[in-house]
């Protein structure tokens, strides 16, 4: 092989590793800068997350505070179950995919305070539960305002308890010994009883229990018949007190009386004949 072969062969070979790099090195790679997460964790506190960055431009800018966009893709979240069979809740770790990220637009500083402009600076920011943030994964990238992307992309841990999310089977038989109960946990809602049904033997209605059979009365229907005693005849009483001349009762009387009278003179007659 002449020397001139040899030349064209090298010279072909390094243009196809030329472009072999273009096209297996991602384009983020060439990415103007660097930024860094100075901790790849960040423990909720009172509902928020602080997070702490590192950002490193080609050169110093312009200005001395920039707007830089910061991107949060969710790619797995925390989730706090409930189960059946299970009387507290699970943690369970939820992939997420396609997720439309979470754009926050930051002023970040690259002077000190005499007013000098540096080409790198530390920043931190916090995240809010209240902006839709969660316990979870998340995909990060820095941005500037006119959308050259900053570095490479990092990846965030956000730790923290997320609500409690009910995903128990609803049991439509309550009666079932198998089926038990587990009371609401935070802020999940119990459970609503079934109703139990009437038994076979109840009566439809209000429930009350309806009387069978022929039982005596509490009291004798002869109980309501007058006696011979309260039959008598009382004589009534006129307003003076004394008797009315002329009745039957009076006349009884007066004959009784005349009678004794009569007897009594003649047992004297019969004694002093004696005498």
């Not at 390094?14 to 991602?26: D, E, I, K, R, S």
């Not at 920011?125 to 820095?142: H, N, P, S």
Request: charged share 25%.
């Amino acid at each position: 092989m002449s020397h001139r072969m040899t030349q064209r062969l090298l010279r072909l070979f390094v243009a196809a590793w030329a472009v072999a790099l273009l096209v297996l090195v991602p384009a983020r790679a060439f990415a103007a800068g660097t930024f860094v997460l100075k901790s790849k964790e960040a423990q909720e506190v009172s509902g928020a997350w602080h997070i702490y960055v590192s950002i490193n431009l080609p050169k110093a800018p312009s200005v001395p505070h920039q707007t830089m966009r910061f991107l949060f893709t969710k790619t797995m979240v925390y989730e706090r179950t409930l189960v059946d069979g299970k009387n507290e809740p699970q943690n369970t770790k939820i992939a997420m995919q396609n997720q439309t990220p979470s754009i926050e637009s930051l002023d970040v500083g690259f002077s000190d305070a005499r007013g000098k402009i540096f080409a790198g600076t530390t920043f931190d920011f916090g995240l809010a539960r209240t902006r839709g943030y969660e316990a979870g994964e998340y995909k990060v990238e820095l941005r500037t305002s006119d959308g050259q992307t900053i570095g490479t992309p990092q990846t965030l841990t956000l730790k923290g308890d997320n609500p409690v999310v009910d995903r128990r089977a609803i049991a439509f038989n309550a009666k079932d010994p198998s089926i038990k109960k587990i009371e609401g946990h935070d802020a999940g809602a119990k459970v609503a009883k079934n109703d139990d049904p009437p038994p076979g033997d109840t009566p439809a209605g209000n429930g009350e229990v309806t009387a069978t059979g022929n039982a005596q009365p509490f009291i004798p229907p002869d109980a309501y018949n007058k006696t011979p005693e309260e039959n008598i005849q009382v004589k009534p009483k006129s307003g003076c007190g004394c008797l009315v001349v002329g009745s039957s009762g009076d006349l009884a009387l007066g004959l009784g009386s005349a009678a004794v009278v009569g007897l009594l003179v003649l047992a004297r007659r019969k004694k002093r004949d004696r005498a």
